[in-house]
């Protein structure tokens, strides 16, 4: 299984809704990341959790709340949203060790908010 | 400073013609690893090809292959025989290794619009 599920596909939510996004990997991996990427940009790495800890945030604001339950999941808890958050988020999962390791992307959540 | 150049923000090419996509990097780390990603309008990000700092040849992947030109910091996509679902973004990224995971800096990208 190389895949990496996301859920939901797309999501509208008011600035003041609370809602979360999902991700889901078999593979094993033990580093898993979330990205926001812009429409006609380049993803922009958002968190980075390693051994399910998280190791690296990117100067998020606090209104995103990642959370990994287990070495498969890895959550993204959303609360008090701004229109300019309106992105497309994906996970990415990869193995920890130095070398060639490729990141295997989901297919992403289309956020819109209103 | 970027990290990651690509300087051709759009590209056509006839169907079954070769396309070349470029890619310069920046880094002072000796150990690192170049990626090329296929975005589709879907949004998906898809692997296609990966380059080691220290690989002798160049890496290919059935009609992908990598222009590595470490001096020139160069690591150039060719793909052979372009096919119309061939069009979409494509990203060249660098990989920063770290106790974290292998994160990846990605170039601005590349859309190639494929024409029959």
């Known amino acids: 299984d190389t895949e990496v599920t996301q859920t939901p596909k797309h999501l509208v939510m008011g600035m003041t809704n609370k809602k979360s996004l999902k991700c889901e990997q078999h593979?094993?991996?033990?580093?898993m990341y979330w990205y926001k990427q812009k429409a006609k940009k380049p993803p922009e790495l958002m968190f980075v959790?390693?051994?399910?800890?998280?190791?690296i945030n990117e100067s998020v604001p606090s209104r995103f709340s990642p959370e990994c339950p287990n070495s498969s999941l890895l959550n993204l808890h959303l609360h008090a949203l701004q229109p300019e958050d309106s992105a497309l988020y994906l996970c990415?999962?990869?193995?920890?060790?130095?070398?060639?390791?490729?990141?295997?992307f989901g297919p992403g959540t289309r956020l819109t908010v209103l | 400073a970027q990290k990651i150049t690509q300087t051709q923000p759009g590209m056509f090419v006839q169907e079954k013609e070769a396309v070349t996509l470029d890619c310069t990097y920046d880094?002072?780390?000796?150990?690192?690893?170049l990626f090329w990603y296929k975005q589709p309008s879907s949004g998906e990000m898809i692997f296609l090809i990966y380059?080691?700092?220290?690989?002798?040849q160049n890496a290919t992947e059935g009609r992908y292959s990598l222009n590595f030109q470490k001096a020139r910091k160069s690591a150039n996509l060719v793909i052979s025989a372009s096919q119309l679902g061939d069009s979409a973004m494509y990203f060249c990224?660098?990989?920063?290794?770290?106790?974290?995971?292998?994160?990846?800096?990605f170039g601005g990208g590349t859309r190639l619009m494929v024409k029959p």
């Open positions: 990415a999962s990869s193995q920890v060790a130095q070398g060639y390791n490729e990141q295997f």
């Open positions: 593979m094993g991996h033990r580093a």
């Open positions: 959790y390693s051994y399910e800890k998280l190791s």
């Open positions: 880094t002072s780390d000796p150990s690192y690893g």
């Open positions: 380059q080691g700092s220290y690989d002798q």
């Open positions: 990224a660098m990989r920063e290794t770290n106790n974290a995971g292998n994160m990846l800096t």
